[in-house]
């Protein structure tokens, strides 16, 4: 799969942002290139090796937008930030970008996952400061 390197700037549900990040990965448009898929739904629930789910439109993971990124900083990913791959959404909120990656499941519908079944915003724009639901 061809390799993509992308600079962003992540930011935390806990109000702290890091600017100018470098992260290397396979964006999600070249695995659907590559699968012979056009995204089949609007939305899509990432899930973790460890249970963890959360829910992205997928709009918001094509068009260059999202990857499954194996490399941070010119590093391979450390466990503990995901290792060996983890979902990369940027212009989201953080937890947006499942650590641990097992798959995506596109659903028609837009499903909770892990931290919005407990409050936190469905959608999770930082600019917007969405963090809780009714942000």
């Not at 829910?55 to 995901?82: F, I, W």
């Not at 931290?115 to 930082?126: C, F, M, N, Q, V």
Request: a negative charge; glycine letters at 8%; one cysteine or more.
């Amino acid at each position: 799969m061809p390799r993509t390197e992308v600079n962003r700037d992540i930011h935390c549900v806990t109000k702290w942002s890091k600017l100018d990040t470098t992260w290397t990965g396979v964006l999600i448009d070249d695995l659907l290139a590559d699968a012979g898929l056009a995204p089949p739904t609007p939305f899509a629930l990432a899930h973790s090796y460890d249970g963890y789910s959360t829910n992205v439109p997928v709009a918001d993971l094509v068009g260059g937008k999202a990857m499954v990124a194996t490399r941070y900083a010119g590093n391979s990913l450390a466990p503990e930030h995901g290792a060996p791959a983890r979902l990369l959404v940027p212009h989201l909120y953080f937890w947006k970008s499942a650590k641990w990656i097992s798959g995506l499941q596109f659903t028609e519908r837009d499903e909770a996952g892990f931290w919005e079944l407990r409050g936190y915003h469905t959608y999770g724009d930082p600019w917007r400061e969405q963090r809780f639901s009714g942000n």
